[in-house]
């Protein structure tokens, strides 16, 4: 009996041996199978959104100089170069500006020789009317007519005076060869009279046609000796206008030649752009922009993001390797023409809410915010910076989770949260999966709705995959 119960003793220990055995390797084992998860609490907050990009230092002013019409450029300040009040920013070469003054000069000449001409058009011409020579061609048939009708009345009065005489002697002449002849001559004078006459008449009507399309050719004649005048009045006052205009033109290239050819900085400044080449002989359309009032910082945006970035807004800018500095944006602006140097639009940009890239910056408006340069920054014209800025919501929610939490099947978007069940080998962590409606996300956090509470672990990392149901345990 002392035999069997020492035996059994042994055979308990032996167990006892093996159970604890057992569960250090199942502990063993658990370490190295088991997830170790990171877990946190739904919070009450805001959301932030956080809006970056680059930006440019720039002149506080910048100012257009368009660079004169029909010269040729010698020589021009580079981009970027610090000029002085006084100094040169582009040179035209002189030689042509001597031809163009020779060539505009010639034309001013041959202008003013063809207004002459034309004010000599312009007077009334010496001419003898038409109607003139009609006149006294018409006084001359009406004196024709008065003198035939003045021989018919004689040979009227002759014949009358003839037959009367004979009747009043009361004679018989009429069988008398010499009375009949000297009858026949009578009424042969007098009808040869009357035909003269009616001659005459048609004379003075012809005249009197011929005169009246003297007139009518005078009226023409006349009409358009005024309408030639006119012409060549208004030709003249056309030519006075151009003769006006090309003098400007040869004062304006006179001028240039007093300036020797030089266009110069009334300030000192910088040069931010030059429109035009070397060589290349200008339209009167290029520009050189140039800035000066000291630098000022101009960041790029998004112009979606121009609604919800506003004057007073703080953000962080680093210029280069240098530390970060905190800025206030005075106002936000558009620019069409590329207001921070060249820069593209889609170089900046916004993480959170705003992905879109947008355009490229040559066909877009530029929407960008000013600031003055942190004191204590080094700057010069042209230096580029990022910058960075965050933005809460307005709405403040009462559940939010980190984004890693987040996790998304074919049916629905949920999370997963540390649960414990009882085993056979005791208490064991697992991973419970709790649906989500997302309301709303940024960078980091989403805004839920969900059956939650505040003392629900929610796991937001692992080492390892975990699913719902996986062990898991407590990151140590």
């Given at each position: 009996?002392?035999y069997d119960?020492?035996?059994?003793i042994?055979i308990l220990?032996?167990?006892?041996?093996i159970?604890?055995a057992?569960?250090?390797?199942?502990?063993?084992a658990?370490?190295?199978?088991?997830?170790?998860?990171?877990?946190?609490?739904?919070?009450?907050?805001?959301?932030?959104?956080?809006?970056?990009?680059?930006?440019?230092?720039?002149?506080?002013?910048?100012n257009?100089?368009f660079?004169?019409?029909?010269?040729?450029?010698?020589w021009?300040?580079?981009?970027?170069?610090q000029?002085k009040?006084?100094?040169?920013?582009?040179?035209?070469?002189?030689?042509?500006?001597?031809?163009?003054?020779?060539?505009?000069?010639?034309e001013?000449t041959?202008?003013?020789?063809q207004?002459?001409?034309?004010?000599?058009?312009?007077?009334?011409?010496?001419?003898?009317?038409?109607?003139?020579?009609?006149?006294?061609?018409?006084?001359?048939?009406?004196?024709?007519?008065?003198?035939?009708?003045?021989?018919?009345?004689?040979a009227?009065?002759m014949y009358?005076?003839?037959?009367?005489?004979?009747?009043?002697?009361?004679l018989?002449?009429?069988?008398?060869?010499?009375?009949?002849?000297?009858?026949?001559?009578?009424?042969?004078?007098?009808?040869?009279?009357?035909?003269?006459?009616?001659?005459?008449?048609?004379?003075?009507?012809?005249?009197?046609?011929?005169?009246?399309?003297?007139?009518?050719?005078?009226?023409?004649?006349?009409?358009n000796?005024?309408?030639?005048?006119?012409?060549?009045?208004?030709?003249?006052?056309?030519?006075?206008?151009?003769?006006?205009?090309?003098?400007?033109?040869?004062?304006r290239?006179?001028g240039?030649?007093?300036?020797?050819?030089?266009?110069?900085?009334?300030r000192d400044?910088?040069?931010?752009?030059?429109?035009?080449?070397?060589?290349?002989?200008?339209?009167?359309?290029?520009?050189?922009?140039?800035?000066?009032?000291?630098?000022?910082?101009?960041?790029?945006?998004?112009?979606?993001?121009?609604?919800?970035?506003?004057?007073?807004q703080e953000?962080?800018?680093?210029?280069?390797?240098?530390?970060?500095?905190?800025?206030?944006?005075?106002?936000?602006?558009?620019?069409?023409?590329?207001?921070?140097?060249g820069?593209?639009?889609?170089?900046?940009?916004a993480?959170?809410?705003?992905?879109?890239?947008?355009?490229?910056?040559?066909?877009?408006?530029?929407?960008?915010?000013?600031?003055?340069?942190?004191?204590?920054?080094?700057?010069?014209?042209?230096?580029?910076?990022?910058?960075?800025?965050?933005?809460?919501?307005?709405?403040e929610?009462?559940?939010?989770?980190?984004?890693?939490a987040?996790?998304?099947?074919?049916?629905?978007?949920?999370?997963l949260?540390?649960?414990?069940?009882?085993?056979m080998?005791g208490?064991?962590?697992?991973?419970?999966?709790v649906?989500?409606t997302?309301?709303?996300?940024?960078?980091?956090?989403?805004?839920?709705?969900?059956?939650?509470?505040v003392?629900?672990k929610?796991?937001v990392?692992?080492?390892k995959?975990?699913?719902?149901g996986?062990?898991?345990?407590?990151?140590?």
């Amino acid at each position: 009996m002392i035999y069997d119960k020492k035996r059994m003793i042994r055979i308990l220990w032996g167990f006892l041996a093996i159970m604890a055995a057992a569960s250090v390797t199942s502990r063993a084992a658990a370490s190295v199978l088991v997830a170790q998860v990171n877990v946190e609490k739904t919070v009450r907050g805001r959301l932030s959104y956080t809006y970056e990009g680059e930006g440019i230092v720039a002149p506080v002013q910048e100012n257009q100089i368009f660079l004169w019409p029909e010269q040729q450029v010698e020589w021009t300040a580079k981009q970027g170069t610090q000029v002085k009040s006084g100094e040169c920013l582009v040179r035209f070469r002189m030689e042509y500006l001597q031809q163009l003054i020779g060539k505009k000069q010639a034309e001013l000449t041959q202008m003013e020789l063809q207004a002459s001409q034309q004010q000599v058009s312009a007077r009334e011409q010496a001419r003898v009317p038409a109607v003139t020579g009609a006149g006294q061609a018409l006084t001359e048939a009406q004196r024709q007519l008065d003198a035939a009708r003045q021989k018919a009345e004689d040979a009227e009065r002759m014949y009358h005076n003839f037959v009367d005489s004979a009747e009043s002697a009361e004679l018989d002449n009429t069988q008398d060869d010499a009375w009949q002849l000297r009858k026949q001559e009578l009424e042969s004078a007098l009808q040869e009279a009357y035909a003269g006459v009616e001659s005459a008449m048609k004379e003075v009507n012809q005249a009197q046609n011929a005169y009246e399309l003297a007139e009518q050719e005078d009226q023409a004649q006349n009409i358009n000796a005024a309408n030639a005048a006119e012409a060549a009045r208004l030709g003249a006052e056309a030519s006075k206008v151009q003769i006006d205009y090309t003098r400007r033109e040869l004062e304006r290239l006179k001028g240039y030649q007093a300036a020797e050819g030089k266009i110069c900085a009334d300030r000192d400044c910088t040069v931010l752009k030059v429109g035009v080449e070397v060589g290349a002989v200008t339209s009167g359309s290029e520009v050189f922009v140039i800035g000066s009032g000291g630098f000022q910082l101009k960041g790029l945006m998004k112009a979606k993001d121009k609604e919800k970035l506003k004057a007073g807004q703080e953000a962080e800018v680093q210029l280069g390797a240098g530390k970060k500095k905190t800025v206030r944006f005075e106002s936000i602006e558009t620019d069409t023409g590329g207001a921070a140097g060249g820069i593209g639009a889609a170089d900046g940009g916004a993480s959170g809410g705003s992905t879109d890239t947008g355009g490229s910056a040559s066909q877009e408006a530029q929407i960008f915010w000013l600031a003055s340069v942190p004191e204590n920054m080094e700057v010069k014209s042209g230096d580029t910076f990022t910058w960075q800025t965050e933005i809460p919501t307005e709405k403040e929610y009462e559940q939010m989770i980190p984004l890693s939490a987040l996790r998304e099947d074919v049916n629905e978007t949920y999370c997963l949260v540390l649960a414990e069940e009882e085993q056979m080998l005791g208490t064991v962590q697992t991973a419970k999966k709790v649906p989500v409606t997302v309301l709303e996300k940024d960078a980091k956090n989403a805004a839920i709705t969900s059956t939650l509470s505040v003392e629900d672990k929610v796991i937001v990392s692992s080492e390892k995959y975990v699913a719902e149901g996986d062990r898991v345990r407590l990151k140590e």
